[in-house]
């Protein structure tokens, strides 16, 4: 079992920008809009905007509030898929014979965005980026819970998908729409998360991140994610 608090969160999709916004989702009462929004990151100089991907700038919009005022605070970056339609830009242009640009290629690979997010805040403290399955979400909370455990005061942990590109369609089921959550915990014990029993355990219906945010919003104390062979149980103290 981990212990930690988390003490501020962002998130963002299409259409749902605002702690309010993202309430009224919580309660069925308003879905992400379809349309290729994408987040505003003014706060970055134009010619540093112009190198990040809609899935870059969704883990800025959440991350960077959140590290604002900070130093020296560790991310953890997790995403299922990653740069997917970077990635399916490169393979089109690779199957119609057509010169590769090097820089969509150093911009697809999954830790991309820590690198950018190192570049742009001067930030040197530990970084990892996570390619996890299913549960990827705890998983990145469990590598947030390790770093706290070393002494970090904080770390940042932000999960993000974009929806894919429609070849990918029969294969890539798990992204209902593109999102990006980020958290920051601390150390404390607020928050519970333990890996239990799978027997008779049924998968959530949407991602674990999505699903947990929900959990929050709606004021749960406790909420249960399984994949595969890994149930995890997560508690909050009343």
Partial sequence: MITFNISQWRAWAPGLQTAADWQAWSQAKHLPAEAEQAPD???????????????????????WPLAEGLQDVPLVFVSRHGETPRTFEILSDLANEQPLSPTQFSLSVHNAVIGLWSIMRGETSEMTALAAAGDGFEQGVLEAACLLGEGAPAVLLIVTEEQPPAAYGPRIDDVPFAYALGLLLTPGDEWQLHLGDNVGAVPSSEPHALSWLRCLLKGDSTCTHTWKSRTWNWQRKP
Wanted: zero cysteines.
């Fill in 41 to 63: 990151v003014s706060f970055l100089p134009a010619m540093q905007r112009r190198r990040l991907s809609r899935l870059a700038r969704m883990a800025f919009a959440v991350g």
